[in-house]
């Protein structure tokens, strides 16, 4: 770990600090949200919830790993023996990025047979992407960094593939409001998960090794806010739409089964 | 306790941190799909839910106990002064295991005082096979282990007897579909709890004492995960299709009492 200027250790201090309140909301919100679409779309809310939830759990840790990383010796922050755990987002992203893809698939109008072999299939491949990341991440060696990166980036551009496709064959269907939301949920999503690869490589750039540390943790913790709770509200106002649409919002209390 | 290296240190804590977050989001989705199944399943999710609950609770104070068992100085991280609790999971196991067992039950169409028979003498043989298992976990001496896993072994096989004749027995008169998720259920019994004699003789096989305190933690951690949420879901699953086959989705708060 590098030592790191009082600025530095603050931004990332916060940034963490940032994200948890994000993800508390949002979970928070989601699990409210969840009687205000259809039954059919429910659990949509859900999954929802409990990939925020997830992720507020490692950001909590995230913190307290970071605040034992660094001590204040006079003006800068230096290592301590604790050292910043870096394998609580990939443990965060085993769990989340799989449910982000089963949580865009459930809104979808995709049925039967189709949905469980694209689930399976984009699993497999989020799955293998985080995987393939790790070694990568925790190495200090360029060509380890790259070898990994370049292996991990094989099952992305698959998924992004799948969905572009799909999401294409999809939006066709479906009323001009919902495919505008479509659209910019492959915004989103391009925007967002585009930014790990970049700061996944950060430390690439023969850049200072604080600024690429902060720039990395900065750059992560954004990425996810949008990942998550922004998309994850991306996907209730299209479960909102689609209940409207069908004419089954379900007043509380009375839920109407039409899944 | 024996010197462990970094990487050593930082797997077992990255599986226990990593299962915390899995039980606790199993914790979280099963409540919520209480209200998804019929009336007659809903324990079936409470006890799911309860199970999950319990192993959050203790993998949180596993978490805690392996940060305090062993201080990083410089390089490797040696034992201190606090040992690492092994009894967290036995005294996990002593509350899931029965309630594994009694959530298994509850699924099946099993009546009357058939089904308290069954679930009296398994939950007895459950209770014996753990605390029969602990004496020999926390010896250091070899045949003390093994006669104490020889006789925990048992009522493990007993109860593996009495689940295959049943389940047998009540795939029968199911459905093709719940067949299938059934025979996927026998399964994942068979590869988690398959996991847990071998992980306890680890450190009978005569390898470095670091490699088998680690191999231990780590496969008790995926099966564990196996055996709980991923079992629960199947649970569900299965909750989920026979609601449906008897019609009796149930409205939330217009409950209907089918029992």
Do not use: C
């Amino acid at each position: 770990m590098p030592t790191l200027t009082l600025g530095q250790y603050d931004l990332v201090y916060n940034a963490l600090s940032f994200t948890i309140a994000t993800m508390g909301a949002a979970f928070v919100f989601f699990l409210l949200a969840r009687n205000t679409v259809a039954y059919k779309y429910q659990r949509v809310m859900v999954i929802a919830a409990i990939i925020v939830g997830i992720a507020t759990y490692h950001y909590v840790r995230m913190f307290s790993s970071w605040s034992a990383a660094f001590v204040n010796s006079g003006g800068t922050y230096t290592p301590t023996n604790e050292i910043f755990n870096e394998a609580y987002r990939y443990a965060d992203w085993l769990l989340t990025v799989p449910l982000l893809l089963v949580e865009l698939v459930a809104v979808l109008s995709i049925t039967g047979e189709r949905r469980k072999g694209v689930i399976i299939r984009l699993v497999v491949a989020a799955v293998l992407m985080i995987v393939l990341g790790y070694p990568g991440e925790v190495t200090l060696d360029v060509g380890t960094r790259l070898l990994w990166g370049t292996l991990s980036t094989i099952p992305f551009i698959y998924i992004v593939y799948v969905l572009w496709r799909d999401l294409g064959v999809v939006m066709a269907r479906e009323s001009p409001e919902v495919r505008v939301l479509l659209r910019n949920l492959r915004l989103l999503l391009l925007a967002s998960w585009g930014v790990y690869p970049i700061a996944y490589l950060l430390p690439l750039l023969n850049i200072d090794p604080a600024m690429a540390l902060v720039g990395r943790q900065v750059g992560y913790s954004i990425a996810d806010v949008v990942a998550k709770p922004a998309y994850g509200l991306l996907i209730y106002a299209i479960a909102r739409i689609k209940s409207e649409e069908e004419q089954a919002i379900a007043p509380v209390g009375a839920l109407v089964a039409t899944d």
